[in-house]
């Protein structure tokens, strides 16, 4: 198992600037993957960025060069810097966590944070 702890996001003027963090803990040795999803109102959930155990990251269009995945693998915490925000980022935004074993692989999900950008 394992548990990912998302502190608050936040109030953030367009243009602004805001950094998500997620702590994991329990069996983070079979951790993977990590990453961050967002999901505005009325619409599904959507991938913003993904970083491997070995620093490979992958990044959706709408995050490519405003937004930086990275990763404190001594202390187990994925970080998403989030810069030149615009309203359409508004979202509650998810940590992620996959784990990898020889039958597959599993999904965590950490309990979501808002982030609001407006004036």
């Known amino acids: 198992q394992v548990q990912l702890v998302e502190p608050g996001g936040g109030l953030v003027q367009p243009g602004g600037s805001l950094r998500l963090s997620c702590a994991a803990s329990g069996s983070i040795s079979s951790i993977n993957t990590m990453g961050w999803s967002r999901q505005a109102p009325g619409k599904q959930r959507e991938l913003v960025a993904l970083?491997?155990?070995?620093?490979?990251?992958n990044y959706a269009d709408s995050a490519k060069g405003r937004f930086t995945v990275s990763r404190d693998n001594a202390n187990n915490t994925v970080y998403l810097q989030m810069n030149s925000l615009k309203p359409e980022d508004t979202a509650v935004y998810y940590c992620n966590a996959r784990t990898i074993f020889p039958a597959g692989h599993r999904d965590y999900w950490g309990q979501g944070t808002q982030v609001t950008v407006s004036e």
């Open positions: 970083i491997t155990n070995v620093a490979n990251t």
